[in-house]
């Protein structure tokens, strides 16, 4: 039996994204393989776990020939990679591996521990030694489990831990409801009840809740929602528990019931009815703004552990940034993630479009006094400082996840970022905004070329991609692999099934149409550009951009400070603050030679836009530029 063991302060995660830390140091296994074997392992920490289910979990009903061999040798990746050594051990056993773990190693063993002494203690009579260790226990998780690991196979192991997850959640709340705790646990249990429909023990605990907070009516509107959505999706009526439980809020006899975990009715002591203070006008329902997630995203594994990670329980209250050039998916990716996410922020979801529709761009005050209601506060100041004052208080005691899509500036986002405590804030825009105290960052490019054929084959569909492979390669490459390019140009194939790949690959191939061709519904990529031109306050740099659009070979040797300078007159410092700013929106791109270097895509859009008054001498002066200039 060969044994290799590891250091006690190892620290394994699967309540969310597979993590494995070293005290402070977070240990990165990036291979796929070895992330399903580690889960595994992790997953069944203790039991001896045979070789032909890993080898199932890794392929499925269709192993490699040398799978035994593959295996052994990403376990011995993993123990490389981990350094095995004392408390720790992953043990080959005869027939397959076991993975031996200190106590509170593995976050899920943490979890088990806190939700069998919180139900002892609420079992014992004392329900608020019982809802703070059940809270600390929910307070583990950092996403939906396993949420990086791709395999399949692990889904039904998932799905049990979330109705665990979900089971542990409603004790609390049902803690938390003999406490008195019902204004507080109103919104928590709406999020919840959006979350898992299906659950009758959900349904009653808010009308508990909306009773002992004095919204009778809203209470009995709540078995409504329940009993429509449980005829029209499952066509059943629901249980008679919760039947009773609506005809005891109908006689005013539901003062002080709590639903146990067996759906039977028992006396407890929550507080009886009574008017909410403080909330601005009753029981607020938790915003759940945000879009609908798309259903063809694809890859960006590391990037969306990344995000994930930024609030996990040590990232409370932090701002995150996504930046990035336009089309290259930063609100696809921040959408996807903020929905991972939204189990771990239980009063709610705000979501902000700052992109705005046509010319205009929203106003921060005008976009806080839409939240603000939905938060419980009906008094709104007239000043916007007022507004973003009272917007943080409202947030000082919630767990809100703030979404901003598209912020231009500092400026734009300062108002809507929430102040102290636990919430947080999503944002992405071209432009990096560093001066955020305590944010953290990621810039976004474009995926590679299997991932971008990846997504033109989600919507094209597999057998037409693959029929015409040269002629999808060619499309993704003059797309620049930028994923809003690939899906209007998908969006386009699926409409016309008719319409061979080839013949849109030869559209493309014509520069002069090619915008043209990326676009579709009213959604265009050379809006998306555009749009980061027209928000650009240095005159020098839009300037800068249209004489770019013309200037020889700028999207393949690029061009030097120093040259441009020469050749337009401009003095070079006032050369270089210009190509710094369009670097600093991803409208260039800064190499590490000096010189600069425009995608094709965005020369596009610079050629397009008509001459401004001063610019003809400039444009004249790109045109005596030569290949050599970039160099």
């Not at 596009?604 to 400039?618: I, M, N, S, T, Y």
């Amino acid at each position: 039996m060969l044994t290799v063991s590891t250091p006690s302060m190892m620290e394994f995660r699967i309540l969310g994204c597979l993590q494995v830390r070293d005290g402070d140091r977070l240990i990165d296994i990036a291979a796929d393989k070895q992330r399903t074997v580690l889960a595994v392992l992790l997953l069944r920490a203790g039991q001896t776990v045979p070789v032909h289910e890993l080898e199932h979990q890794l392929w499925g009903d269709a192993p490699p020939g040398k799978a035994k061999n593959t295996l052994q040798a990403y376990v011995y990746r993993l123990r490389q990679t981990l350094k095995f050594d004392s408390d720790t051990a992953l043990v080959t056993e005869p027939g397959g591996y076991r993975m031996m773990l200190p106590d509170g190693a593995l976050d899920l063993h943490r979890f088990e521990q806190l939700t069998a002494r919180g139900r002892a203690a609420i079992k014992a009579g004392r329900p608020d030694e019982g809802c703070a260790a059940l809270q600390t226990a929910l307070d583990l998780w950092r996403g939906p489990a396993f949420a990086d690991v791709s395999a399949t196979a692990l889904q039904s192991d998932v799905q049990r831990l979330e109705d665990l997850r979900i089971a542990v959640a409603e004790d609390a709340a049902e803690a938390a409801l003999v406490l008195g705790r019902q204004a507080e646990m109103v919104p928590r249990l709406e999020n919840l009840v959006a979350a898992h429909p299906y659950r009758e023990r959900l349904w009653a605990l808010l009308m508990v809740a909306l009773f002992g907070t004095g919204c009778q009516a809203d209470a009995l509107a709540t078995y409504g929602r329940a009993r429509t959505r449980l005829r029209e999706d499952l066509g059943i009526e629901p249980g008679p528990q919760l039947r009773q439980l609506q005809r005891d809020i109908l006689s005013g006899r539901a003062a002080g019931r709590t639903a146990g975990a067996d759906g039977l009715w028992f006396g407890g002591t929550a507080a009886a009815p009574s008017r909410p203070k403080a909330t601005g006008g009753g029981p607020v329902r938790p915003a759940a703004e945000l879009p609908r997630d798309t259903s063809t995203f694809v890859g960006r594994r590391a990037e969306l552990a990344e995000v994930c990670g930024w609030f996990s329980e040590e990232g409370a209250g932090r701002v995150g940034m996504i930046n990035g050039p336009a089309g290259v998916g930063k609100t696809t990716l921040a959408v996807h993630a903020a929905h991972r996410l939204a189990v771990c922020f239980s009063d709610g979801q705000l979501y902000a479009n700052l992109h705005g529709d046509g010319d205009t761009t929203p106003e921060p005050a005008e976009i806080l006094r839409r939240w603000l209601p939905m938060l419980g506060v009906t008094a709104l100041p007239r000043c916007g400082e007022e507004l973003a004052a009272l917007f943080r208080s409202a947030l000082a005691t919630r767990r809100v996840l703030v979404v901003l899509d598209g912020a231009a500036g500092l400026g734009h986002v300062g108002p809507l970022l929430p102040g102290a405590g636990t919430s947080a804030a999503l944002v992405t825009g071209k432009r990096a905004l560093t001066l955020i105290d305590g944010s953290v960052h990621l810039t976004l490019h474009a995926p590679d070329d299997e991932e971008a054929l990846d997504l033109l084959r989600r919507t094209v569909g597999p057998e037409r991609v693959d029929e015409e492979l040269m002629s999808a390669r060619t499309i993704v490459h003059l797309c620049e692999n930028l994923p809003l390019a690939i899906r209007l140009v998908a969006a386009r194939l699926a409409a016309r099934p008719e319409l061979p790949l080839k013949g849109m690959a030869d559209q493309l191939f014509d520069e002069q149409r090619r915008l043209d061709e990326l676009a579709f519904g009213g959604l265009t990529l050379r809006a998306r550009i555009r749009a980061g031109y027209d928000r650009l306050l240095s005159a020098d740099a839009r300037r800068m951009f249209r004489v770019l659009g013309g200037w020889p070979q700028v999207d393949s040797a690029g061009v030097a400070a120093p040259v441009l300078a020469a050749h337009t007159g401009l003095t070079l410092p006032c050369v270089r603050a210009a190509l710094n700013t369009l670097a600093d929106v991803h409208l260039l791109w800064a190499l590490q030679d000096g010189r600069y270097r425009m995608s094709t895509l965005v020369r596009l859009v610079a050629a397009d836009l008509a001459p401004e008054p001063g610019d003809v001498r400039l444009l004249q002066a790109a045109g005596t530029g030569s290949p050599a200039d970039g160099a």
